[in-house]
C-alpha cells in the first residue's frame, strides 16, 4: 500500500506552493522491496565490478570488502557502481555537502559526528530536527548514510552534512489540499540557505525542492554559488508529463543561473526505466541526470530502519520515491570526485557526470533520459588521452601497446613492471603499469616459413658476371600469409614483390669482386664472396645473420678486396624492421605491424688456413625509431632508435673432402637514444651462436647429412632505463618522478637442433629435415616445438 504525500512546496509572494514531495511505500520485509528491507531481505541482482583504474593511492581494498548485508540493503550504491570509487578510497571525507531541506534527524546514528557546526535553521530559530517531517533526514540518508555496518550506507558515507533547514515555520505540519499534508520552503529562505552553504564552504549543493520558477534573488544565489566553485544538484520535479515533458521550472531556473555547475535530477526505477511521476528531460536534456529515485530503502525511526508489523503479524519495511531522492545519489556521486580528485573544477564534475552516463533509452541525448543514468565507477576511470603526468605533451592513451618487442626479447615483456603515474584530460592523475600493455614478438612458425615459400631459383652467368633470383609463386605466397620466404613478408609485401629476391655478382678486377642483391641482407653475400661453402638445413639459419628481429624491404651491397692471403669486404644493407607484435592504436580499428627504417654498414675479414676457414666482421647498425627491432610508444620513447655494434667470428674446419664442421658466434652491444622517457643506463648486450657438421656423399654422390645446434640471437643482459612519474601533487599540479628499469632479457633461451639430408631424387633436390626447438623464440613458458619437414624441387 503507499501512504499519501507527505510534503508539499512553497515560495513566498506566489500562490502555487515550492514543496518537497515524497512517496512512502510499505513492503513486506520478506520480499526484494526494490533491493530494500532488513538483513533477512534477499539480495538485489549484483551490479558488476570492473576493475578500477589505478590512481596513485594505497592498495585498494577488495570488491568483497564493499559487499556487506548493509551494501545490499541500499539502492543507491549498487545501482550506480560505486564501488570503484570506494576502492580507491573515495567515500566524501572532507568534502561538506549541502542540504537545503526540512531539516535532519541529529540523533540518527548514521550521521554521528558529520553534522557541520555550520547548520542551521535558515528560516527560522527552531533547530535542526523537524518532528513532522523527514524529507531532509531521508535526503542526507540517501547521499550520506553511514558505513556502519547497520541500516544502509549512502554514496558519500564520510561527508560532512551541513543541514540548511529551510521549511516555513509550522508548513510542515499544516494540512494542504485537502488530505496531503507537507512543507513549504519559500525563495528567502532558499537564498539564505545557498548564502550560507557559500561561506561554510560547502563543495556541493543538493535541493530536493520543486514549484514555480525561482526568483531574481534566489538566481542570484546560485549564480554566487556557481562562481564559489560548488556544484548545485536540484530535482526535476515529480509531475509525470500530466503538465508539461520539461522538468520542473524551479530545477530550469537553477540551472540557466548556475553556469553549468548544476544537474538537474530525473528519476529511474530498479529496471533502469524512467519513473512515471518523474518530469522528463524535454528542453534541458544536456543538464539531466537520471538516478535511482523510485523505491529506495528505507525511512529510519528511533535510529534504526522503521518496521511496521500489522495486526497479522506481517512485517514491512518503508521506502521511498521521489525525484527528491535521485538528486542525492547525484550530490554524494558529485562529493566523492571533489574529495578524491581534488583539482576538479565544479565545472568539471558536472561534465564528467553527465558525460559518462550509461546511455538511457534513445542513443545519445535525448529528450526523455537527457544524457543518461549516472554510471560512478565510469566517472572515476581515465577520460580522454591520458599523458605522463610529468610531460604533459608525451601522450600515452591507456589501452595502446607501450612496448612491442622483438624475437631476440623473448617473454621479456610478460614480466614487466613500469609503474607510473597519467593524467587524463581532466588532469587527474592515475596509477598504472605501463608494462601491462607491452606485447612479446609473436613467436616465428619456423618450419611453416620454410615450406611455403613458394618461390622458384633462376642463375646464370657470364664471364666476370653471375645473376641469381627467386621469383614467388603468388598463389603458394598468398596461402602462407604472413611473412614470405625465411622470414616471410607482410601480405602486402608478398603481393608486390613478384621478384622475391635477386642477387647480382660481378668481378671488377682481379681482386675484387661487387655484389648487389635485392630482398636480401648482406650477410649471404659477403659468405658468397668470401668463398664459404656452409651446409643446407631447412629450418635453422645462422647467426651471423640473425639480428634478433623481422625485417623487409631489403637491399645490400658487398664489395670485397684481396690483400694477399686475408680478404676484406664492405658491406652495407638497408630496410624497414617489421615490429614483431601488431601495435593497438586507439585511432585505428586494426592493429597494424609498424615498419621503421634501419641502416646497416660494416667490414668483414676472411683467411683461410689450410683445411681451416676463418671469419671476423664488425658492423654497426642503426635503427631510426627501433632498438634491436622493439619499438617503444612515442609517448615514452619521443624519436629514440638505437645504434648497435656487432661483433661476428666464424670458423670452419674441413679434415677431408667429405666432412665440415663449423662454428659461428655472434655479439652485440645496443645504446637506445636517449629522448623521451629514456636516460642514461639504457643499453643492450645481446648474442647468437651456433655449431653444425656435415657429411658430404654419404648415401650416393651429391648428397650431405648436416646436423646444426643454434642459439638465435638473444638478449643476455641489459635493459631500458626510463625516468617516469611516481607520484602526483595536486596542490602543486607537479610530478615527482623515479628511474624505473625494464629488463630486456627474457627467461627462456630457446635451443634449436636440426638433422637435416639433401640429394638428388627423382630429376630433382630432396631435402629432410627433423628438428627439435627448446623455449620457442626464448619463451620458458612455451612447449618445445618438434617438426619433421620434407622439401622438393626440380628446375626447368
Same mark, same amino acid.
Given at each position: 500500500?503507499?501512504?499519501?504525500?507527505?510534503?508539499?512546496?512553497?515560495?513566498n509572494?506566489?500562490?502555487?506552493?515550492?514543496r518537497?514531495?515524497?512517496?512512502?511505500?510499505?513492503?513486506?520485509?520478506?520480499?526484494?522491496?526494490?533491493?530494500?528491507?532488513?538483513v533477512?531481505?534477499?539480495?538485489?541482482?549484483?551490479?558488476?565490478?570492473?576493475?578500477?583504474?589505478?590512481?596513485?593511492?594505497?592498495?585498494?581494498?577488495?570488491a568483497?570488502?564493499f559487499?556487506?548485508?548493509?551494501y545490499r540493503?541500499?539502492?543507491?550504491?549498487?545501482?550506480?557502481?560505486?564501488?570503484?570509487?570506494?576502492?580507491?578510497?573515495?567515500?566524501g571525507?572532507?568534502?561538506?555537502?549541502?542540504?537545503?531541506?526540512?531539516?535532519i534527524?541529529?540523533?540518527?546514528?548514521?550521521?554521528?559526528?558529520?553534522?557541520?557546526?555550520?547548520?542551521?535553521?535558515?528560516?527560522?530559530?527552531?533547530?535542526?530536527?523537524?518532528?513532522?517531517?523527514?524529507?531532509?533526514?531521508?535526503?542526507?540518508l540517501?547521499?550520506?548514510? $553511514?558505513?556502519?555496518?547497520?541500516?544502509?550506507?549512502?554514496?558519500?558515507?564520510?561527508?560532512?552534512?551541513?543541514?540548511l533547514?529551510?521549511?516555513?515555520?509550522?508548513?510542515?505540519?499544516?494540512?494542504?489540499?485537502?488530505?496531503?499534508?507537507?512543507?513549504?520552503?519559500f525563495?528567502?529562505?532558499?537564498?539564505?540557505?545557498?548564502?550560507?552553504a557559500?561561506?561554510?564552504?560547502?563543495r556541493?549543493?543538493?535541493?530536493?525542492?520543486?514549484?514555480?520558477?525561482?526568483?531574481?534573488?534566489?538566481?542570484?544565489?546560485?549564480?554566487?554559488?556557481?562562481?564559489?566553485?560548488?556544484?548545485?544538484?536540484?530535482?526535476?520535479?515529480?509531475?509525470?508529463?500530466?503538465?508539461? *515533458?520539461?522538468?520542473?521550472?524551479f530545477?530550469?531556473?537553477?540551472?540557466?543561473?548556475?553556469?553549468?555547475?548544476v544537474?538537474?535530477a530525473?528519476?529511474?526505477?530498479?529496471?533502469?526505466?524512467?519513473?512515471?511521476?518523474?518530469?522528463? $528531460?524535454?528542453?534541458?536534456?544536456?543538464?539531466?541526470l537520471?538516478a535511482l529515485?523510485?523505491?529506495v530503502c528505507?525511512?529510519?525511526?528511533?535510529?534504526q530502519?522503521?518496521?511496521? *508489523?500489522?495486526?497479522?503479524?506481517q512485517?514491512?519495511?518503508?521506502?521511498?520515491?521521489?525525484?527528491s531522492?535521485?538528486?542525492?545519489?547525484?550530490a554524494?556521486?558529485?562529493? %566523492?570526485?571533489?574529495?578524491?580528485f581534488?583539482?576538479?573544477?565544479?565545472?568539471?564534475?558536472?561534465?564528467l557526470?553527465?558525460?559518462?552516463?550509461?546511455?538511457?533509452?534513445a542513443?545519445?541525448?535525448?529528450?526523455?533520459y537527457?544524457?543518461g543514468?549516472?554510471?560512478?565507477?565510469?566517472?572515476?576511470?581515465?577520460?580522454?588521452t591520458?599523458?605522463?603526468?610529468?610531460?604533459s605533451?608525451?601522450?600515452?592513451?591507456?589501452?595502446?601497446?607501450?612496448?612491442?618487442?622483438?624475437?631476440a626479447?623473448?617473454?621479456?615483456?610478460?614480466?614487466?613492471?613500469?609503474?607510473?603515474v597519467?593524467?587524463?584530460?581532466?588532469?587527474?592523475?592515475?596509477?598504472?603499469?605501463?608494462a601491462?600493455?607491452?606485447?612479446?614478438?609473436?613467436?616465428?612458425?619456423?618450419?611453416?616459413?620454410?615450406?611455403?615459400?613458394?618461390?622458384?631459383?633462376?642463375?646464370?652467368?657470364?664471364?666476370?658476371?653471375?645473376?641469381?633470383?627467386?621469383?614467388?609463386?603468388?598463389?603458394?605466397?598468398?596461402?602462407?600469409?604472413?611473412?614470405?620466404?625465411?622470414?616471410?613478408?607482410?601480405?602486402?609485401? $608478398?603481393e608486390a614483390?613478384?621478384?622475391?629476391?635477386?642477387?647480382?655478382?660481378?668481378?671488377?678486377?682481379?681482386?675484387?669482386?661487387?655484389?648487389?642483391?635485392?630482398?636480401?641482407g648482406?650477410?649471404?653475400?659477403?659468405?658468397?664472396?668470401?668463398?664459404?661453402?656452409?651446409?643446407?638445413? #631447412?629450418?635453422?639459419?645462422?647467426?651471423?645473420?640473425?639480428?634478433?628481429?623481422?625485417?623487409?624491404g631489403?637491399?645490400?651491397?658487398?664489395?670485397r678486396?684481396?690483400f694477399?692471403?686475408?680478404g676484406?669486404t664492405?658491406?652495407?644493407?638497408?630496410?624497414?624492421?617489421?615490429t614483431g607484435?601488431?601495435?593497438?592504436?586507439?585511432?585505428?580499428?586494426?592493429?597494424?605491424r609498424?615498419?621503421?627504417?634501419?641502416?646497416?654498414?660494416?667490414?668483414?675479414?676472411?683467411?683461410?688456413?689450410?683445411?681451416?676457414?676463418?671469419? #671476423?666482421?664488425?658492423s654497426?647498425?642503426?635503427?631510426?625509431?627501433?632498438?634491436?627491432?622493439?619499438?617503444?610508444?612515442?609517448?615514452?620513447?619521443?624519436?629514440?632508435?638505437?645504434?648497435s655494434?656487432?661483433?661476428?667470428?666464424?670458423?670452419?674446419?674441413?679434415?677431408s673432402?667429405?666432412?665440415r664442421l663449423?662454428?659461428s658466434w655472434?655479439?652485440?652491444? *645496443?645504446?637506445?637514444?636517449?629522448?623521451?622517457?629514456l636516460?642514461?643506463?639504457?643499453? %643492450?648486450?645481446?648474442?647468437?651462436?651456433?655449431?653444425?657438421?656435415?657429411?658430404?656423399?654419404?648415401?650416393r654422390?651429391?648428397?650431405s647429412?648436416?646436423? !646444426?645446434?643454434?642459439?638465435?640471437?638473444?638478449?643476455?643482459?641489459?635493459?631500458?632505463?626510463?625516468?617516469?612519474?611516481d607520484?602526483?601533487?595536486y596542490?602543486?599540479?607537479a610530478?615527482?618522478?623515479?628511474?624505473?628499469?625494464?629488463?630486456?632479457?627474457?627467461q627462456?633461451?630457446?635451443?634449436? !637442433?636440426?638433422?637435416?639430408w639433401?640429394?638428388p631424387?627423382g630429376?630433382?633436390?630432396? *631435402?629432410a629435415?627433423?628438428?627439435?626447438?627448446?623455449?620457442?623464440?626464448?619463451?620458458?613458458?612455451?612447449?618445445d616445438?618438434?617438426?619433421?619437414?620434407?622439401?622438393?624441387?626440380?628446375?626447368?
Open positions: 500500500m503507499v501512504a499519501p504525500s507527505t510534503a508539499s512546496k512553497g515560495r509572494r506566489n500562490p502555487r506552493a515550492r518537497a514531495s515524497a512517496a512512502l511505500a510499505f513492503c513486506f520485509i520478506l520480499n526484494a522491496c526494490g533491493g530494500g528491507g532488513t533477512s531481505t534477499p539480495a538485489p541482482p549484483p551490479a558488476p565490478t570492473p576493475t578500477p583504474t589505478p590512481t596513485p593511492t594505497p592498495t585498494p581494498t577488495p568483497a570488502a559487499d556487506t548485508a548493509e540493503r541500499s539502492d543507491g550504491p549498487s545501482f550506480h557502481n560505486v564501488i570503484p570509487a570506494w576502492q580507491l578510497g573515495a567515500n571525507e572532507g568534502v561538506t555537502l549541502a542540504i537545503i531541506d526540512s531539516g534527524d541529529t540523533a540518527n546514528p548514521e550521521f554521528a559526528g558529520r553534522i557541520s557546526p555550520q547548520s542551521q535553521d535558515v528560516a527560522g530559530s527552531r533547530g535542526l530536527d523537524n518532528a513532522d517531517s523527514s524529507h531532509g533526514t531521508q535526503v542526507a540517501t547521499a550520506a548514510a $553511514a558505513r556502519n555496518g547497520t541500516g544502509i550506507v549512502g554514496i558519500a558515507w564520510g561527508a560532512t552534512i551541513q543541514a533547514r529551510a521549511d516555513s515555520p509550522g508548513s510542515c505540519a499544516t494540512p494542504k489540499d485537502g488530505d496531503k499534508g507537507g512543507c513549504t520552503f525563495d528567502s529562505a532558499i537564498t539564505a540557505g545557498v548564502d550560507r557559500v561561506a561554510a564552504g560547502a556541493v549543493i543538493n535541493i530536493s525542492l520543486g514549484g514555480s520558477p525561482p526568483n531574481s534573488s534566489l538566481r542570484a544565489a546560485i549564480a554566487r554559488a556557481a562562481a564559489a566553485g560548488i556544484v548545485v544538484i536540484v530535482s526535476a520535479g515529480n509531475d509525470g508529463v500530466s503538465s508539461t *515533458t520539461n522538468p520542473d521550472s530545477a530550469v531556473g537553477l540551472r540557466q543561473a548556475g553556469n553549468g555547475n544537474i538537474i530525473g528519476s529511474v526505477d530498479e529496471n533502469r526505466q524512467i519513473s512515471s511521476f518523474s518530469n522528463h $528531460a524535454g528542453t534541458e536534456a544536456q543538464w539531466y537520471m529515485g523510485e523505491r528505507c525511512v529510519y525511526e528511533n535510529g530502519i522503521k518496521i511496521t *508489523t500489522d495486526s497479522s503479524g512485517q514491512f519495511v518503508t521506502v521511498v520515491s521521489g525525484t531522492f535521485a538528486a542525492p545519489q547525484i554524494g556521486a558529485a562529493a %566523492l570526485l571533489r574529495q578524491y581534488p583539482n576538479l573544477t565544479a565545472t568539471q564534475v558536472v561534465d557526470l553527465l558525460r559518462t552516463a550509461s546511455d538511457a533509452g542513443t545519445g541525448t535525448d529528450d526523455i537527457g544524457r543514468i549516472m554510471n560512478i565507477g565510469a566517472a572515476f576511470a581515465p577520460q580522454g591520458t599523458s605522463l603526468a610529468d610531460n605533451t608525451a601522450m600515452v592513451p591507456l589501452g595502446e601497446t607501450t612496448f612491442s618487442g622483438s624475437a626479447m623473448g617473454d621479456a615483456a610478460k614480466t614487466g613492471n613500469l609503474a607510473a597519467v593524467l587524463d584530460s581532466y588532469g587527474r592523475a592515475y596509477r598504472t603499469n605501463l601491462a600493455s607491452m606485447r612479446s614478438a609473436q613467436v616465428r612458425p619456423r618450419l611453416g616459413s620454410a615450406l611455403l615459400g613458394g618461390s622458384r631459383s633462376i642463375d646464370g652467368a657470364a664471364g666476370g658476371l653471375s645473376l641469381a633470383f627467386s621469383v614467388v609463386d603468388p598463389l603458394r605466397a598468398g596461402r602462407a600469409g604472413g611473412w614470405s620466404g625465411q622470414l616471410r613478408l607482410s601480405s602486402r609485401d $608478398a614483390a613478384r621478384v622475391l629476391a635477386a642477387r647480382v655478382v660481378a668481378r671488377v678486377s682481379p681482386r675484387a669482386t661487387m655484389a648487389f642483391a635485392y630482398a636480401e648482406a650477410d649471404g653475400m659477403v659468405a658468397q664472396l668470401q668463398g664459404q661453402s656452409r651446409p643446407a638445413f #631447412l629450418v635453422s639459419g645462422d647467426p651471423n645473420g640473425d639480428f634478433g628481429f623481422f625485417r623487409t631489403l637491399t645490400s651491397l658487398a664489395l678486396r684481396q694477399g692471403p686475408l676484406l664492405a658491406l652495407a644493407e638497408n630496410g624497414k624492421v617489421l607484435s601488431p601495435i593497438s592504436l586507439t585511432h585505428s580499428i586494426m592493429s597494424p609498424l615498419e621503421d627504417h634501419y641502416f646497416r654498414f660494416g667490414l668483414s675479414l676472411d683467411r683461410h688456413f689450410g683445411p681451416v676457414e676463418t671469419s #671476423l666482421g664488425l654497426w647498425l642503426r635503427e631510426d625509431r627501433t632498438m634491436l627491432g622493439a619499438r617503444l610508444h612515442s609517448g615514452l620513447a619521443g624519436s629514440s632508435g638505437a645504434d655494434l656487432f661483433l661476428d667470428i666464424g670458423a670452419a674446419y674441413r679434415p673432402a667429405d666432412w663449423g662454428a655472434r655479439r652485440g652491444w *645496443t645504446s637506445p637514444h636517449l629522448s623521451g622517457t636516460v642514461a643506463g639504457s643499453r %643492450l648486450s645481446s648474442s647468437g651462436w651456433a655449431v653444425d657438421a656435415s657429411r658430404l656423399n654419404l648415401f654422390d651429391g648428397d647429412l648436416s646436423v !646444426r645446434l643454434l642459439q638465435p640471437l638473444r638478449v643476455e643482459s641489459g635493459g631500458l632505463a626510463m625516468r617516469l612519474p607520484a602526483y601533487d596542490a602543486t599540479l610530478a615527482t618522478s623515479v628511474v624505473r628499469r625494464l629488463d630486456l632479457s627474457p627462456g633461451r630457446e635451443l634449436m !637442433r636440426e638433422l637435416a639433401r640429394g631424387l630429376g630433382g633436390s630432396l *631435402t629435415s627433423a628438428y627439435w626447438r627448446s623455449d620457442p623464440q626464448h619463451h620458458a613458458d612455451l612447449p616445438d618438434f617438426g619433421l619437414g620434407l622439401s622438393w624441387a626440380a628446375r626447368f
